[in-house]
Each structure stands twice: as C-alpha cells, then as structure tokens.
C-alpha cells in the first residue's frame, strides 16, 4: 500500500504530494462544494464554503488551500462543517440582493422549487436563476436569506457597455472574475477596490468597463458563481432549463476553440466555452463568445439569384443551377476546362472545401482551384 | 503549427515574429501569457510595440520587412559563437555549410543598420535564445505577406532546425493561422497543385488514384492558377467562368480598384455565400449557402486538430449546405456523387484517400478531435511533428535565405510605410462580425493608427480625420495616435470599407506563393483643410 494515505471522511485513501484537500477528495469523488475556487488560478480560500474539518486542528480549514498530510484525518460534512458552511452563505445572502429566497422554498425539492420559479420567469426573476452556485449551495445547505440583517439596496448594475451587466448587488466577493481576468486570459482589466465593507471589483480608477482594458472576452461572466455578471446578448433570455447545449467550433480564426451552443427555440441565445477541452480549456475571446448573431441577421441570402439588369431576380435552385451548369459547359467547350476558376472558402468545413475541389478536378477537369490561404 | 497550443503554457522561451497574437489569436496569446506569469521568457520581433510586445522581456523593434536580414544576423551570431545544437545539426540537417556561408555575410553590424535596432540587441536576442533549450518560435501573416514571404518562413525554420528546436515539445515552428478553417482548405486539396492530403496532381499514380476513386479518367496533371492569376485571367479572358465560394475578394486583396476592375471584367460570375457583399454585385449568379452553426462538419485548426462542427438550427429560407451545392452542379454534368452527408464525405472519402487522414472517422471526433497525422483508427494523433527530428524528407535542408527589401520602399513622395493587420473586435470584412449584436459598438471604425512624432510634424489630433494615399488610392479615416507604433508607419486593418486597407496596399507578390505583401507599401498622410 502507498505509503502516502490519509483519511477522508473514515475511509483510508491515498494522496499525491502536494495534493489539497479538495484535490485528493474530487479525485475520490468526495465532493466539497466551492465558490472561490477556479481551475487553473491560485487558491485563495477566499470564499471559505470548502472548510472541512481536521482532526486535532481547532479550526475549520479551507479545502482547496490546505495540503494534504500523511496520516491526517479529515471529516468533510461533519455537523460542524456544515453548521458553518450554513452560516457563511446566509451572510452572503443577508449581503446584497439574492431574492431567489432559496432558504425560503421549505421541504421542497429543487425540481419543485425550480418549477415554481419559472412560472414567474421574466425580469422579476435573477437573470442567474438556475445557473447559481450560490442558489444551489443556499438549497442544499438549506441556507435563510433572512436570519442576518439585509444590507440596504447596492447601486444599480452597470450597462455602459454592450457585452457584459455588472450587477454588484449580486456580488459576492469572491474574486473568481478577478483571478479569470488575471491569471487565465491575463487581461489584468480588474482587481478589488476599496477596502473593508465598501470592497468592490473595480477597474483601475473604478471606471465602467467601457473606459478599461477590459477586451470584453467574457471570461468573467463564465468564472462568475452568481448573477453579479451577466452576458448582456442573453441577460432574460437564456434559461437552462429551456436550453439545449450542442458542442462545436469557433468559425473565427484558427485557434479552433471549443464552444458549447446554448439553444433555445430554435435559436443560438449564448455561447459559453467547453470546459477542460482541448484547445481552449474553457476560454473564449470577444468573438467567440458574443460573435453568434449573424446567422439570424435579415440580411441573409435566403434564394438563388441571377443578374437581371443592374439588379438580381429571385429564381428557383433549378434555374440557377441549370444556368451554371449551362453556362460552364459552353465555357469548356469553346476555351476548354482551363477557362474556368474557382475559390474555396477557408471558413467552410472541410467537407465543403473537399466537394468544391473535386468538382473543379472531376468534373471540370481543371486544377484552377484555390483559397485564401495565401492571403 | 509543428506543435500544439497545449504546449504553450509550458514552454520555457518563446520568439514571436509578426505576430498580434492577443488580438488576432486572443486564446493562443493567453496561454503564453500563462507561461510568462510561470517565468517564460517572450521575445517579441515586431516593428509594432503592441500588446505582447509591452509583456515581452525583450521587444526587438526591426524596420518592416527586414526579418530575413534580423534572423540571418542571428544565426551569424550563433554559428561564430559556436552556440548552435552541433549535434541536432549533424545528425539531422543538411546543407548547413551553405547556411553558414550565406548567413556570414549578415553580421550584427549590417543586420543593425537594415533592421534599425542597435547591434547589441541583435547579440541579445542570440544569447537568450541560445540560452534557453527550447524555444519556441511563432509567427504569423508578418512573415507571410511580403514579397520576400516564402523566405522568410525558410530563415524561421533554418532559425530552428539550427537551434534543434526542431520536433520537441515546446519547439517547433508554430505559424498560428488566420481563419478558422484555412488549415483544413490547404489539407482538403482546394489548392492549384495539391489533392487532398498534399498529394501532388502532377504525379501519375497518385492522379490514377483519384481517377479510381472518382470514376473518372484523365485528372489533369498541370497545376493550376493561383487566385492571383485567376483574378488577371479575368481581364486576359484566359478565365471566363469564375465560381467564388464564401470570399469577399473586393475587399481583401490588395489594391481594391484592380480588384474591381478584374471582377467586373468576370465573363460568367458564380458567387456562393451566405452575405450579400461587396464581391457578389459583381454576380451573375448567387448561391445562398447554410452558415456555420447550420451545418454538420469539420474544421481544422491550427494545430493540425479535426474537430466537429455541428448544427444549432436551420439555414433561413432555401439557403442549401455547400457540398450539397457542389452535389447538384456536378450531377448536371453527369456525375452522380454518392455521398450525401458531411459525415460520409469524410469517412468514405477524404479519410480513404489521404493517408494523414486513414484513423480520422466521425465516430472518433467526439471529444476534442484528432490532430493529423493519425494514419489508421487506433492512432492517438500527432501532438508536434517531427519527432527526434525525423523530417518528411528525411534530413531537415537549410535553405539560405538573401534579404531583399519590400517591392515599394519610402521615398519624397510616399515617405511612411502603410503595414495592415487585423483587430480584436472584428474578423476580415465584418461580413459576420459587422453583423453581431455589440461588436460594432466596441469597434466601429477604421483608424489609420499613427506615432505621436508624425502626427505632430503634420499638426494632426488624435481623432481627426485625416488622408492616408498610396500609389493606387486614397482614404479619408481618423488619425489614432498611439505609441504601440513607431515614427514613419502607418498601421490600418481591412474591417471597414471606406477606410479599408486594401484601397492602398500594393498588388505584388511573393514568387513562390504568390502572397501578396499587404505589410509594407509606401504612404504618406495629410491633413484634410476643412472648408470652413
């Protein structure tokens, strides 16, 4: 047996050296909740909903900071853990504006308590709803939003930019935009502000968004536990539960990113990245995550065309594809298949690419086939 | 790319050459960021001090279109220092004498006073990067889009095979490239010389391949035109029937009235696309075709990785999947083409034919791809290429590489260098991005972005709109004044169409490639008196 075990919650597992807590029981499939934590940043312990109990520390300690020791022995929903988880998150919900009133549902289930929900959904609802850590949390620990004094109301949330809401009302401090802009895209665009009770996420001079580094990637509305920051594009229009999410790439440049396409009705109503994927690992840039719209644009060529005039006339597949046909069949025979050329598109898959290349081959007979990589 | 984007967070060192990685690559350039806050060192090669460049340990500011002369003086360096990998050289190269010959002649001092950096920065640059094993080098269109384009990839490999950077994790030579697919065009074949899989159409056996498995006989064996070329046929009348398949031309090559003027000049003008724009006026016929999420299929990145690319909803009104377009053309002519889905096309086709392909099926593309080479369907695909340096060829050759300046040059007349990019917000000619909720509130116009030291000697504000001319155009478009760049340049990206780039960039090309040096033509800038 390896040398390296601990126990977790009475059973004896194995760790890796320099291992958290929270790392070796994930790996065993413990599961201790987090708000602060972010894969791929600094722990910082910050938010302290991952305290677990040691035995012969006198206090709780944070999960996700504290290293693993041979030998020690860890409770990780003890009575005492989960009295203190209970009280952490009602001062959060006693701080700002969590009217989800989680606390409030009773004996119900979360499906239940979900369902009364949406028939009330509309601005009413927090445009988080359903997609809450700190609602989820509040739930299972059965958290009161009343037992501590409410804070009076927060300024209202900021709208001077077209991307992202920031709703400091909802903010919990945790500072996972803060480590997502600093340590994952490093666009260094926030930090914390102020000090004390005032403390606030701010751009440098506490300027909107609009007036800061701030490159709108959005990674901090991924990163964010609660409703503080929200994708402006889908801000009570997107609903989990209305959503079905399809994976697929960025038709952007050619980092290849993976998004996951939340779609309601029919309709694209946010991207957010694929976690753990392969390139991005969960990252996104300014296109890739608010770049979806066109597809649903007026503007879209919605019939075959062909020149009248000055103007086109709508015609029917088989027109114009006739008259292409025709038109390139003339060409050959009179100048032969070298009269003819043709562009791919280097933003079309690869299937289209492959069509496009072997009809110039095949079927015309000519290698006057190109694209814009050279360009 | 020789290596991937996972690597990126860990290399040790990089170079960075003619590339505006966190806007043009926003990802790529957080992962090695990831790396700098790890203690990577970054060495940025740019006439530009942007973004990367204020990150970088050392920024070597070299005058546009002087790398060959920079890297050549780097190697000059290394060889007479006896810095270079001796071993990875003689094991796994060739042609190093011809190398060293050439590069002998670009000393520090020579190379200093093409490039416009201090002699000791040249010697710097060596020394880090001799010192640091690997290092990995990226580039982007800055190296590619010169006249000089295909030498200057080969003194960015000669640069790395010297160093035996060369098939290591964390090495290689890392072009990251522009669209999103343009790596899997080049792979699928639609190219002049190529079938899929960069398989030449000049070899016998390989054309009786494809004649086989096409049913048809006699493939043509000549390459073909390059766009260029193509888009001068249409004047010449050597091209009379031109199908252009999701490009906007009018916008994106150099010289818009030449372009113009050829594409009005198209006999029979067949423009397939999901846009009106600027290229389609010029139709004869249009061909409305299914975007992005409305389709099933692939990309290629730049890592060489197949991912799926799959359907979110219905392409509006009668607007058709491309192959599907592609399909119907070619049963008018007879032809009845098996495949009908994406998915067959790759597995029953592309698959089978091109060897890097064989182990690339849809049923394997479920997670996050495959990267090529992955010949047969229990291959885990291919993370960096050329592993302990064992080259497609065999040995890696040295190419020496002579500099030669851009083909327009500063002079009384045009006295700035015009150099063209890409920004964050927008992607080519906004034909997508221009008509995305928000994008065009962050960026909503071109700026002609100037050094405060040329704006002052003409008296110009920032945000005044000003006139950048050319030989072949002018602009009227608002002056930035930014210290990103440097005194005689003018920088401008093709976004926007009145103040587009493209107006006054220079159709001139590389020979080999026949790219087109979008990154260096002669401006100069002017105040527009107003009226009043």
């Known amino acids: ?375 | 790319m020789t290596n991937s984007f996972n690597e990126f967070s860990r290399a040790k060192m990089f170079m960075v050459i003619g590339s505006n990685m966190t806007e043009a690559h926003p990802v790529a350039a957080t992962f090695l960021k990831n790396a700098l806050l790890r203690g990577a060192q970054l060495i940025v090669v740019d006439p530009r001090r942007h973004k990367l460049a204020k990150m970088a340990d050392l920024h070597v500011p070299i005058r546009v279109g002087t790398d060959i002369a920079f890297l050549n003086a780097l190697m000059h360096v290394l060889i007479a220092e006896g810095w270079y990998d001796k071993k990875f050289v003689a094991s796994c190269t060739v042609d190093f004498d011809k190398l060293a010959a050439t590069v002998m002649r670009y000393t520090p001092e020579y190379a200093a006073d093409v490039c416009g950096v201090p002699m000791e920065m040249i010697r710097d640059t060596a020394r880090r990067i001799a010192s640091v094993k690997p290092m990995m080098l990226c580039y982007t269109l800055g190296i590619t889009e010169h006249t000089c384009g295909t030498r200057n990839v080969m003194s960015t490999a000669n640069l790395q095979m010297l160093l035996g950077n060369i098939g290591v994790e964390c090495g290689g030579v890392n072009p990251l490239r522009g669209q999103n697919n343009v790596q899997g065009a080049c792979d699928m074949g639609a190219l002049p010389n190529v079938f899929p899989g960069y398989q030449k159409v000049g070899d016998m056996a390989l054309r009786a391949k494809f004649e086989k498995a096409w049913g048809v006989d006699a493939l043509p064996a000549a390459n073909g035109l390059m766009i260029p070329q193509m888009m001068e046929g249409l004047v010449d009348g050597r091209v009379r029937g031109f199908y252009i398949f999701g490009e906007n031309l009018a916008n994106t090559e150099p010289d818009i009235r030449k372009v113009e003027h050829e594409l009005a000049s198209a006999e029979f003008l067949v423009c397939q696309d999901i846009f009106p724009t600027e290229t389609t006026r010029f139709a004869h016929v249009v061909l409305p075709a299914a975007a992005w999420s409305e389709n099933d299929g692939t990309f290629t990145n730049s890592e060489r990785r197949v991912n799926r690319v799959r359907t979110a909803s219905a392409p509006p009104g009668q607007a058709k999947p491309n192959w599907w377009i592609f399909k119907q053309i070619a049963r008018r002519f007879g032809q009845q083409w098996a495949a009908d889905s994406a998915q067959e096309i790759w597995d029953n086709e592309i698959s089978v034919l091109a060897p890097q392909f064989g182990g690339i099926k849809y049923h394997r593309l479920e997670g996050d791809g495959l990267q090529w080479p992955c010949p047969v369907e229990d291959h885990p695909g291919t993370c960096f290429l050329h592993q302990d340096g064992h080259f497609t060829c065999g040995l890696g050759v040295f190419t020496p590489c002579d500099w030669t300046p851009p083909a327009e040059v500063p002079d009384e007349q045009y006295p700035l260098v015009l150099s063209t990019g890409r920004r964050l917000a927008h992607y080519h000619t906004r034909t997508q991005t221009g008509r995305c909720e928000g994008l065009n509130e962050i960026l909503g116009e071109e700026t002609a972005d100037i050094s405060p030291a040329d704006a002052r000697a003409k008296g110009i504000a920032h945000g005044e709109t000003i006139r950048v001319s050319s030989r072949r155009g002018q602009v009227a478009v608002k002056a930035n004044l930014t210290d990103e760049v440097p005194a005689g340049m003018v920088w401008m990206a093709f976004h926007f169409r009145e103040a587009c780039a493209n107006w006054l960039t220079n159709p001139v090309y590389d020979d080999i490639t026949m790219t087109a040096e979008y990154k260096a033509c002669a401006v100069r800038i002017e105040k527009i008196q107003s009226d009043r």
């Open chain 1, 1 to 375: 047996m390896s040398e390296n075990v601990f126990t977790l919650n009475g059973n004896e597992v194995d760790f890796q050296p320099g291992e958290t807590i929270l790392e070796a029981a994930r790996r065993h499939d413990i599961d201790i909740p987090t708000l602060c934590h972010l894969a791929g940043a600094t722990p910082t312990g910050a938010c302290r909903i991952c305290v677990v109990e040691i035995e012969g520390a006198e206090t709780l300690m944070t999960a996700c900071t504290t290293p693993v020791v041979k030998g020690m022995r860890v409770l990780t929903e003890s009575p005492r853990v989960v009295e203190t988880r209970r009280t952490l998150l009602e001062l959060m919900l006693a701080y700002g504006n969590h009217n989800c009133a989680a606390g409030q549902a009773g004996g119900e289930n979360w499906t239940a308590y979900q369902l009364k929900a949406q028939e009330i959904d509309g601005d009413a609802l927090c445009p988080a709803w359903g997609d809450c850590k700190l609602q989820e949390l509040a739930f299972r620990y059965q958290a009161r939003a009343d037992r501590f004094v409410l804070t009076p109301d927060s300024p209202p949330p900021e709208l001077a930019n077209p991307m992202i809401v920031r709703d400091f009302s909802r903010c919990i401090r945790c500072g996972r935009c803060i480590q997502a802009c600093n340590e994952i895209q490093v666009n260094r665009a926030i930090n914390y502000g102020y000090r004390g009770s005032d403390l606030k996420v701010v751009t440098p001079g506490d300027f909107p968004l609009a007036n800061s580094n701030c490159v709108f990637c959005g990674q901090c509305v991924e990163a964010c536990p609660t409703g503080a920051l929200v994708d402006s594009k889908a801000r009570y229009r997107w609903r989990p539960w209305k959503t079905e999410k399809i994976r697929t790439t960025c038709p952007y440049c050619g980092v290849g990113c993976q998004q996951w396409l939340h779609v309601q009705d029919g309709r694209i109503v946010r991207v957010t990245a694929v976690e753990d994927a392969q390139p991005n690992q969960g990252r996104l840039c300014v296109k890739g995550r608010y770049g979806y719209d066109f597809i649903y644009s007026e503007d879209r060529l919605k019939t075959p065309l062909i020149r009248e005039g000055e103007g086109f006339r709508e015609v029917s597949w088989d027109e114009a594809l006739d008259l292409v046909a025709e038109r390139f069949k003339e060409i050959i025979a009179a100048s032969g298949p070298d009269a003819l050329a043709g562009v791919s598109c280097a933003r079309s898959i690869n299937e289209d690419s492959y069509q496009m290349q072997k009809l110039f081959r095949a079927v015309f007979r000519t290698n006057n086939i190109d694209h814009c990589a050279r360009t």
